[in-house]
Nanobody
Framework: VQLQASGGGLVQAGGSLRLSCAAS????????MGWFRQAPGKEREFVAA????????YYADSVKGRFTISRDNAKNTVYLQMNSLKPEDTAIYYC???????????????WGQGTQVTVSS
């Protein structure tokens, strides 16, 4: 499975971005998907996840109410809509496939290359 993340960029605080993660080489509709992020000098942290079947979602407390994860199985793509962005959201964002709705990166098997999100104050 190959994952290609895109949509990152530079945005002012309070702005919005939508990240996309396109999957290929596997049966996308059978994978759960998630987003993680890693800021400079910090550990990679969980952001959001979505199941493959009913689209159940799970968010980190730090993004709940601001970020929305969704998927389009017909397009083999998962999205992360990010609203009300804050400078502390600045990080490289990674998408990954998971085996269950988990915030533990050990439950994720395939990872994309990451896309940079920078939020200026």
């Amino acid at each position: 499975v190959q994952l290609q993340a895109s949509g990152g960029g530079l945005v002012q605080a309070g702005g919005s971005l939508r990240l996309s993660c396109a999957a290929s080489g596997g049966t996308f509709s059978t994978y759960g998907m998630g987003w993680f992020r890693q800021a400079p000098g910090k550990e990679r942290e969980f952001v959001a996840a979505i199941t493959w079947s009913f689209g159940s979602t799970y968010y980190a407390d730090s993004v709940k109410g601001r970020f929305t994860i969704s998927r389009d199985n017909a397009k083999n793509t998962v999205y992360l809509q990010m609203n009300s962005l804050k400078p502390e959201d600045t990080a490289i964002y990674y998408c990954a496939t998971n085996r269950d709705l988990s915030s533990d990166s050990r439950h994720y098997d395939y990872w994309g290359q990451g896309t940079q999100v920078t939020v200026s104050s």
